[in-house]
């Protein structure tokens, strides 16, 4: 009980100094987006020796991962691609170095390994998700300030040391909630000048337009990756047209994401004799259920006829 109550002591006395954290900052924003990336595939099959996280972490930060077997057991390896081009100018290599496993190994794709994508153009999602995580951290630092002008609501000037110290003094008992002490004297008060500022007003108008930019982007994060973010920076109620404006924009890169998985899943199960599938995941599989019964519903006003009754849920969902 006393060491908890020591480190919890050495937490509250810790100072945050916002500009000196701005890379933790970063890192953090960084992790948050990345873990919800990598929640956005399910795997049935995969072997103990190829976890999902950190097969989908290869491929969100590399942009691919190649899978082959080492001392009869499959792995996933990240690596450098090259060899000689292809047909169509795509690297023909993979070379793996894995000093835990001591392999160490050019990799012919496709012969010696299956080589899964993240997405059509090797990108993955690093540049992507780091972009985001650069935006908040800069919000958040914004957003700190923001608050900090907001206290400053009177300037004070002194004429000498002596009213200075006594300012001070004052304002340090408000600060900690102690008696207010009183500045005496027709002598001290001409000696003190109070100004107002309209710092206030300001910041917190600045602090409602850095909340509204902080909704705008963590939503344009998420439609980019699939996830219905609806922000309104309008102030005032939406309509069902403008609700749905980003429906079309919300899956083709989910589409991509998952046909190269699917594809590499198909390769992996023949070459090595398994039986591994990959899905979207349930937030992911609703999102797109809702969007293929909106379509169907347009698509029939469209026709003058009454909407389809949904199709029944996929196997395996209803326990979902």
Not at 104 to 128: F, P, Q, R, S, T
Not at 228 to 254: F, G, H, I, Q, V
Not at 287 to 316: F, V, Y
Request: glycine share 6%; charged share 25%.
């Amino acid at each position: 009980m006393a060491d908890a109550i020591g480190r919890f002591e050495a937490v509250k006395g810790t100072k945050f100094d916002i500009v000196k954290t701005r890379d933790t900052l970063f890192n953090d924003w960084y992790k948050t987006l990345m873990n919800i990336t990598m929640s956005m595939f399910d795997y049935d099959g995969l072997p103990e020796t190829i976890p999902k996280h950190d097969l989908e972490f290869q491929l969100l930060q590399n942009g691919y991962s190649a899978i082959t077997e080492v001392n009869g057991k499959l792995y996933a390896f990240g690596g450098g691609l090259g060899g000689e081009l292809d047909t169509y100018y795509l690297p023909t290599v993979i070379t793996v170095a894995n000093p835990y496993l001591k392999f160490n190994k050019a990799l012919e794709i496709g012969k010696d390994c299956v080589l899964m994508l993240n997405d059509k153009m090797y990108n993955g999602m690093n540049v992507y998700i780091s972009k985001y995580a650069s935006l908040l951290t800069a919000l958040d630092i914004s957003f700190y300030w923001g608050i900090i002008d907001t206290r400053v609501q009177k300037l004070y000037e002194a004429k000498n040391d002596t009213v200075a110290d006594s300012i001070k003094e004052v304002l340090e008992s408000v600060e900690i909630g102690n008696e207010i002490k009183t500045i005496a004297g027709k002598s001290l008060f001409d000696l003190l000048k109070v100004h107002e500022t309209t710092n206030g007003a300001v910041s917190t108008n600045s602090l409602k337009a850095l909340i509204e930019t902080r909704q705008y982007i963590i939503a344009q994060y998420y439609i980019g990756i699939g996830l219905n973010a609806n922000y309104n920076m309008k102030r005032e109620s939406l309509n069902e047209n403008e609700l749905n404006a980003d429906s079309d924009t919300l899956l083709p890169l989910c589409d991509n994401m998952l046909e190269c998985r699917e594809d590499a899943v198909e390769q992996t199960n023949i070459k090595y004799g398994k039986n591994i599938s990959v899905k979207l995941s349930k937030r992911w599989r609703d999102i797109r259920k809702s969007l293929d019964a909106m379509l169907k519903e347009q698509e029939a006003q469209a026709k003058g006829e009454e909407p389809k009754e949904d199709t029944p849920k996929e196997s395996g969902d209803s326990n979902e």
